[in-house]
């Protein structure tokens, strides 16, 4: 069975950090992230990871979060440092099996909250 479980998130204020752990099971992905959902809104992805290292992380959040996986442990983990009001959102693992087309698993989503 595959699975995605999220740890971390929380509240925090402004200018603060956090860590988002995702723990995959069942599969290798190709590709390993996170997504994030405000209100009323898609979701969109915040960063990315590939089997080989190669990160993609989106304008909005690059230079202040990071994107990292541990192959051994099949986990993709997000640094978030100086955090603001507007990163308030639902972050979700996602993981992503590309072959022929893209097959794409969710965890459950973690909240964030940045506010004082």
């Known amino acids: 069975q595959v699975q995605l479980v999220e740890s971390g998130g929380g509240l925090v204020q402004p200018g603060g950090s956090l860590s988002l752990s995702c723990t995959a099971s069942g599969i290798i992905f190709n590709v390993m992230g996170w997504y994030r959902q405000f209100p009323g809104k898609q979701r969109e992805l915040v960063a990315s990871i590939t089997r080989e290292n190669v990160p993609n992380v989106v304008d909005s959040v690059k230079g202040r979060f990071t994107i990292s996986r541990d192959s051994a442990k099949n986990m993709v983990l997000l640094q978030m440092n100086n955090l603001k009001p507007e990163d308030t959102a639902v972050y979700y693992c996602?993981?992503?099996?590309?072959?022929?087309?893209?097959?794409?698993?969710w965890g459950r989503g973690t909240q964030v909250t940045v506010s004082s």
């Open positions: 996602n993981g992503a099996i590309v072959s022929l087309g893209r097959r794409d698993y």
